[in-house]
DNA sequence: GCGAATAGTTGTATATTACAACCAACCGGA
DNA sequence: TCCGGTTGGTTGTAATATACAACTATTCGC
């Protein structure tokens, strides 16, 4: 019981450790785009059609904050809104080469900091991640 | 090596995702006290003696951000600031008590998340973000 | 002990966010 | 078909967070 407290403790520890790291980490990959502004256009990629206040939920932000936001990329000519009422989200071909540029850097250092990882190390790692992020 | 760069590829969706969502996770557990301001008396419970320095470089802010935050946390009386020029920080008993409660929480969270896991997985689990983290 | 570098604070402008009020579209039942 | 409730979105407003710049104080190397 005790050596499987500590493990959680460790897990925690890491988890909160990234968690903290993460956001100066991107901001810095991408100075032109706040993590916040990163993460929803990333979302709207992923997750084609989805509206803002499915964004709103995910990151529990105020939908008025949501609002602003997508206004911005819309703005900057990164994503794209349905006409009509409820609106159905869509990065244009501008957001998804930045995206996908950013993606690429980002696997790049990614693969740089697990060069010495063997292959099963890597899958399994990838695994677990999914797995705790499902919640399974 | 295409099945490698799927494997990175898939590591890095995992890690975005729990990253995007860390912050809205961590605000809604403890409404009382910012991401920001958490991660900051956070830091300085596992760091105890560091500078307002520090905490700017590892959070990628600015010294007077973070200045006001830690004034902030210090008319909470979480906080104690050393007299003098260079001022060593540390997380006063009251501090702590909140800390302590917070983390017991997170772990019980967490120790919920994980109960299907195996020992093994959950040390395996502990081992790789450590790596990865320490960027070995 | 002096000049340079480092640490911290404060003034100011901007950006982010929440809350509330509002508008528009959609949906079910009579 | 219409009407009221629900849902999605925008905008006004205030509070908060943050960066940058100017400044002060401390520390360090010589």
């Known amino acids: 019981m ?7 403790q460790q897990i925690l520890h890491e988890l909160t450790l990234y968690g903290r790291r993460v956001r100066a980490v991107v901001e810095r990959a991408h100075p ?11 979302h709207v990629y992923d997750e084609d059609g989805c509206r803002a206040v499915d964004l709103a939920r995910v990151y529990g932000l105020d939908k008025s904050t ?6 911005a990329l819309v703005r900057r000519g ?3 809104r349905d006409d009509g009422g409820v609106q159905a989200l869509h990065v244009t071909p501008a957001g998804a080469r930045l995206l ?11 693969a740089r ?24």
């Open 113 to 136: 900091r697990l060069e010495r990882w063997t292959d099963a190390e890597r899958r399994t790692f990838a695994e677990l991640l999914r797995r705790y992020n499902v919640g399974e």
């Open 66 to 71: 949501v609002s602003r936001q997508i206004g």
């Open 32 to 42: 032109d785009l706040s993590f916040v502004a990163y993460s929803m256009l990333s």
């Open 78 to 80: 990164l994503v794209q």
């Open 2 to 8: 005790a050596a499987q407290e500590d493990v959680t």
């Open 100 to 110: 996908e540029g950013a993606r690429d850097q980002q696997r790049a250092m990614l």
